[in-house]
C-alpha cells in the first residue's frame, strides 16, 4: 500500500497561522509585537536566502523583524557586541545567529552569548540542558517541527522504536531528547555505526538527518514504519528528478512503497523550521511579558 504522504507546508502554515492569531491577541490586549533579531556575518548567497526568507515570515505573522549584518571580516568582538546589544534590547524577543559563520569565527561560542530566554534556536547550553534534563526551555526549530508533524499524523511514540539517522547539536540529539520525552525507544546512529540498514529496519518511526542523498534505500524501511527525511542535498534537476534540484537522505521513491507515512523532500520538513522560529519568537515574548 503506498504510504500517506506528510504534508509538511499545510502542517506548517497552520502552525504560522496560529503564531499569526496570537500575534494579533497580543498587540489587541496592548502587548509589544514580538521581534525576531537575525544576526548574518558575511555574504553566503545560501545563508542570506535563509535569512531573508525569516525576515519575511516574521513580516508576514506581524512581528517585528531586526535584520543585522556584519561583513564577512568582522572580528569575534565586533559580532559578540552585536549580541550583547540584542540581548538588552527590550524590542528584541528572540535572537538568531545564521549559521555557520566564518571560519575564523567561533559559532558554537558566540552562539552562547545568546540570552537563553531569547535563543529561538534553542542552541545555547542552557538550553540544551533543559532539554537534556526533561525541564521546559526553549526547543530547536526542526526537531520541534518533527514533532509536530508526528503529532498531526497522529503517529503513536509511547514504546516506539525510534531511529534517528545523525548525530547534530542542531538536529540528531535534541531530536532524540524530544522522542524520549514522549516515550519512544530511541536509537541514534552516526558514520560509525555498524550495520545502520539492520538498525534502521528495525525501526516503527525513522528519521533521516544525515546529509547523503539517498543513503537509505528499501531495505532500510521497516514496512508500515513512519520516515521522516529531515535532509535537503541539492543535486542537478536532472540528478534529482525534480524542478528544485533538492532530494533528502531517504530514497523517496522505494520508502513510500514500504512506510505507512513519509515526508517528502521539498515540502516535508523544510518549512517546518521557519514556523517553530516563529512559534519560539511567540513564546520568548510571552514569558518575557509575563504572559503564559
Ligand atoms: P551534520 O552536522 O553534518 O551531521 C550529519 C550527521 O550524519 C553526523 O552525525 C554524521 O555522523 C552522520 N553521518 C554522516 N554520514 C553518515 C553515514 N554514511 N552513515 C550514518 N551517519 C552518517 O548535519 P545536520 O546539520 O544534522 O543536517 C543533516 C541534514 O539535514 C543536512 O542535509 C541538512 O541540510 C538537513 N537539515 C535540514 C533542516 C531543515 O529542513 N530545515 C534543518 C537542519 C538540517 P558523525 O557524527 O559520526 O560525523
Redesign the pocket.
Known sequence: MAATIIDGKQIAAHVRAQVARDVAGLVAAGGRAPGLATVLVGEDPASAIYVGGKQRACREVGMEPFDRRLPAEASFEEVAEELERLNADRAVSGVLLQLPVPAHLDGPTLTAMISPDKDVDGLTPVNAGLLSLGRPGLRP??PS?VMEMLAQTEVVLEGAEAVV????????KPMAQLLLAENATVTV?????RD?RAVCARADVLI?????PR?LTRDFVKPGAVVID????RLSPEEAGNKSGLV??VDFAAASELASAITPVPG???????AFLLRNTLDAARSQAGVQ
Do not use: E, K, Q, Y
Not at 546512529?189 to 555505526?193: A, G, K, L
Not at 529531515?230 to 542535498?233: R, S
Not at 516535508?268 to 521557519?274: A, L, R, S
Open positions: 526549530c526542526t517541527g539517522v545523525g548525530r547534530s547539536n542542531l538536529f540528531g546512529c552516526h558514520s560509525r555505526t545502520l533521516a538527518a544525515v546529509g547523503r543513503l529531515v535532509g535537503m542535498n533528502g537522505d516535508g520538513v523544510g518549512p517546518m523550521t521557519i
